[in-house]
């Protein structure tokens, strides 16, 4: 595909793409030239017409142009985006993944430099989101490649995420290649876990938890009762049990995502175990345990994003503060505490000053004894700050 289009940036507002950050936001921009469609390459120069970078122009999205490359040889083609996926995955070969397990995240949007990307690979099919108009116009390609690279038996598109419509994109979901199951079986650190491809939450599973969650089976003190909030498919309370848990009670307010849970237990031969699965808010139902006086050894805080941009970091600090004051309230001395936030508005600064919030007004002593992110399968480009999303702590309460 052809070049079809330049965007000259204002004077001045060049300064972040030659620290290589890999976004051109539309107030920028000073003018356009040629006639380029969505998705369509371009390329971006300075005041004086300098050239900068090349990238994927998306007229409707304030993010106007997401950039494929800096070096101004390089062709943006099937063998570039072949190139990049390889890379992508060439990475997590050498980092021996798969010695761990079969759920890993192949490509990590831009931090892989592949804008607009996600995919995520369970057992021998692949999950693939499209999330840009640059990746829109390019999904067969980088689908072939993927094929070829992976020999994966499948692709499962889930494009059916809100992102798309700031990038004027319909929804879409479907097989893109091959045969996809609609459930799949993997496995995590010995652990078994049914995902389903087609209908799950993201992709399916929560691959980016998986080493906070060996963690935590690691830490888990001798016999403990367990709390597991937004347990979605149970993941973290499988890995509970499997590191002594006396009992776990997790809750989900996705009535789909606790049937699967209960099978997650099942094939890990915990099915006896003492485990209750409630369907509720967990906003409430934390109340309900304080009234009743009900007190855990551990408990896990992992909520969706609650802040998707920093604009509502304000409104999701409430929401942070209010679960873990109360869950920092519901411990037993010695109690641990596994909170998280995954929302790319929340700074780990601000999650760590919001948790210290927390305990200050629940009256309790507690200390970090563990940082946690993202699993290195999300890797954050040193340039692209915003790559890094997920945050957690691990605290103790005296
Ligand atoms: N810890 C999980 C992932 C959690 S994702 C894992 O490791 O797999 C967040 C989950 O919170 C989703 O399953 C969603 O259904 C659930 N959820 C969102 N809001 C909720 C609420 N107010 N109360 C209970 N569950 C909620």
């Known amino acids: 595909m052809a070049i079809t289009g330049q965007v000259k940036l204002q004077q001045g507002r060049e300064k972040s793409l030659l620290r290589r950050h890999p976004w051109v936001f539309s107030g920028a921009i000073d003018s356009e030239v040629g006639n380029p469609k969505p998705g369509e390459t371009v390329d971006v120069v300075d005041s004086k017409g300098k050239w900068l970078a090349r990238g994927a122009y998306s007229p409707l999205s304030k993010i106007r142009v997401r950039i494929w490359t800096w070096n101004q040889d390089e062709k943006v ?70 094929m070829k690279v992976t020999g994966a038996k499948g692709i499962f598109e889930r494009s059916d995420v809100d992102v798309r419509t700031l990038e004027g994109l319909e929804p879409r979901t ?25 209908n799950g939450q993201k992709t399916g599973f929560y691959v980016d938890q998986r080493r906070n969650r060996q ?39 996705s009535k789909d995502a ?25 906003f409430k139902q934390l109340r309900k345990f304080r009234d009743s006086r009900q007190t855990f050894d551990v408990i896990i805080l992992d909520p969706p ?40 508005g929340i700074s780990a600064d601000l999650f760590q000053k919001i948790v210290a919030g927390a305990a200050l007004d629940a ?36």
């Open 258 to 282: 606790l049937t699967i849970a209960e099978e997650n237990l099942g094939i890990n031969g915990f099915g006896e175990a003492n485990a209750e699965w409630m369907e509720a808010d967990v």
């Open 77 to 146: 083609d099937e063998n570039f985006l072949e190139e990049r996926v390889r890379l992508a995955i060439g990475m997590r070969k050498a980092l021996k993944i798969s010695d761990e397990t079969n759920a890993i995240r192949l490509i990590h949007g831009e931090s892989d430099r592949l804008p607009g990307f996600i995919v995520d690979q369970y057992n021998d099919a692949l999950v693939m989101q499209v999330l840009s108009a640059g990746a829109e116009i390019w999904r067969e390609v980088v689908a072939d490649s993927l």
């Open 174 to 198: 479907g097989i893109l290649r091959g045969e996809v199951p609609e459930k799949i079986v993997i496995e995590e650190n010995q652990l078994q876990f049914f995902v389903n491809l087609q």
């Open 305 to 344: 994003k609650f802040a998707p941009t920093s604009a509502l970091a304000q409104r999701a600090s409430r929401g942070y503060k209010d679960i873990n004051l109360l869950a920092l309230k519901l411990l037993r001395p010695g109690g641990l505490l596994f909170t998280y936030s995954c929302s790319g």
């Open 363 to 398: 009256g309790v002593h507690a200390k970090i004894i563990n940082k946690m992110v993202q699993g290195e399968d999300h890797p954050v480009s040193l340039d692209f700050p915003e790559g890094m999303y997920l945050k957690g702590l691990v605290c103790r309460v005296d």
């Open 215 to 253: 963690m935590l089976r690691e830490l888990m003190p001798e016999a403990a009762d367990v709390l597991n909030c937004f347990c979605y498919t149970g993941a973290f309370s499988v890995y509970a049990l499997a590191g002594g848990a006396s009992s776990v009670i997790s809750i989900d307010s």
